[in-house]
């Protein structure tokens, strides 16, 4: 399979889409840009992917408050590997174990508590991703905390042209968010 971001176009379109996000607080179920707005770390990943044409748009059913905070603390199922093995997601990314070097857009899995709890971005030698409760930060991806906490990563690949269905579909929505 082809990455998807193998391009300089493409991975420049994912930093300023990425990076445009930075300020935008944290918010349950919500993908809405700006200080005024909100995003949870899943819908971060999935707005910024779906904005650059990485992915199609994928609908996700609004969680209860606690399970979005707490989950992690009493499951040992992970809602982030659940959302990544749907069927709309599970063609179009790979779990990357031959321990390469992580490439720019790659999903970083995290693991907090007793499971696999949290998404981020991997840009380089930073890491984007929705703190609790500041929202869109950056983080050094050097940090040994955030080292120990990592579990993972995925990489977003072309999508099969026989998967493709109309232009539409696989460019998305505007990243208002779905």
């Not at 779990?95 to 696999?116: N, Y």
């Not at 991703?129 to 991806?141: D, Q, R």
């Amino acid at each position: 399979m082809t990455p998807f971001y193998r391009t300089d176009a493409r991975r420049a379109a994912l930093l300023q889409e990425a990076r445009s996000w930075l300020g935008t607080p944290f918010a349950e179920n919500c993908a809405i840009k700006g200080p005024r707005g909100g995003v949870s770390c899943e819908r971060y990943q999935l707005a910024v992917h779906t904005a650059t044409g990485a992915c199609p748009p994928v609908a996700l059913a609004s969680l209860p408050v606690e399970v979005v905070r707490h989950w992690h603390e009493h499951h040992a199922e992970s809602l982030i590997l659940g959302f990544l093995g749907r069927e709309e997601v599970r063609g179009r990314v790979r779990r990357v174990d031959d321990g390469g070097p992580p490439l720019l857009g790659d999903l970083a899995i995290f693991r907090f508590a007793q499971t696999e709890h949290h998404l981020g971005l991997w840009c380089g030698h930073e890491l984007l991703h929705v703190a609790i409760p500041a929202g869109v930060v950056v983080h050094s991806t050097r940090d040994p905390k955030l080292r120990a906490a990592l579990r993972c990563l995925y990489r977003i690949h072309e999508a099969p042209p026989s998967a493709l269905g109309p232009p539409s579909s696989v460019l998305g929505s505007p990243s208002s968010g779905p």
